[in-house]
């Protein structure tokens, strides 16, 4: 069955640390996203993605950056972890298209110290 | 600007009560599509319904359904004889036609106490 994984799915790093999440769908999406949950906030676009080579900042941008190399995975890169950046990160795709949805990765608990 | 309002921040109810989830939204377009997620206590968003602004049909799937009104501007989603197993944060999203960006509304928190 097709599934979108992210790995890690609890990460704890320090304060000015880079650190990779991983994000992996084998839908064969076109489409990926990356969103960071918090309390009051919902969630917020930070990265998306519209095929190989394609990326585009979302809301919340600063401090975060993605590449697209297949079609497969989008990591998200945290250039120098900030405390701000203690969040659960989820991973999304979708077929190209009006009439589709995202599905959504089991999301990832970073925790900045 | 696009807004999606869920002014319900956490809801209680007891077993087979019948509870409503609000979601207002903002959108200047004339065509977008507005969608329901769960997120039940493991932490996994699980899709629930996707709406398209050509279709005010009410939806009913088993004990969900889904009222979508362009006049008032809201797509509120109704849980019937509700369960302990209903217990989640629902989320409500807005997205443009011309666009695959999601926004999504703040969550209401739904506690079902047996």
């Known amino acids: 069955d097709a599934e979108i994984t992210q790995s890690p799915r609890h990460k704890i790093t320090e304060t000015g640390r880079q650190v990779t999440l991983a994000c992996h769908q084998t839908w064969n999406h076109n489409n990926m996203f990356w969103y960071r949950q918090d309390l009051g906030h919902g969630l917020r676009l930070i990265h998306y993605?519209?095929?190989?080579?394609?990326?585009n900042k979302g809301e919340v941008s600063d401090g975060y950056s993605v590449s697209r190399s297949n079609t497969e995975d989008l990591p998200l890169t945290l250039e120098s972890a900030a405390s701000s950046q203690t969040s659960v990160y989820f991973c999304a795709s979708s077929a190209s298209g009006q009439d589709y949805e995202q599905y959504f990765g089991p999301g990832t608990r970073l925790t900045v110290t | 600007a696009q807004k999606v309002t869920q002014a319900q921040t956490e809801i209680s109810v007891v077993e087979k009560e019948d509870v409503t989830l609000d979601c207002v939204y903002e959108t200047r377009d004339t065509t977008y599509y507005l969608f329901w997620y769960k997120q039940p206590p493991s932490g996994e968003l699980v899709f629930l319904i996707r709406?398209?602004?050509?279709?005010?049909q009410n939806e009913i799937s088993g004990r969900y359904s889904w009222n979508f009104q362009k006049s008032t501007s809201s797509f509120n989603f109704t849980i019937t004889a509700s369960q302990v197993v209903d217990s989640a944060v629902y989320f409500c999203a807005l997205r443009s036609y011309n666009t695959d960006k999601l926004i999504f509304g703040t969550g209401t928190r739904l506690q079902v106490f047996p």
């Open positions: 993605s519209y095929g190989v080579q394609d990326t």
């Open positions: 709406r398209n602004s050509f279709d005010e």
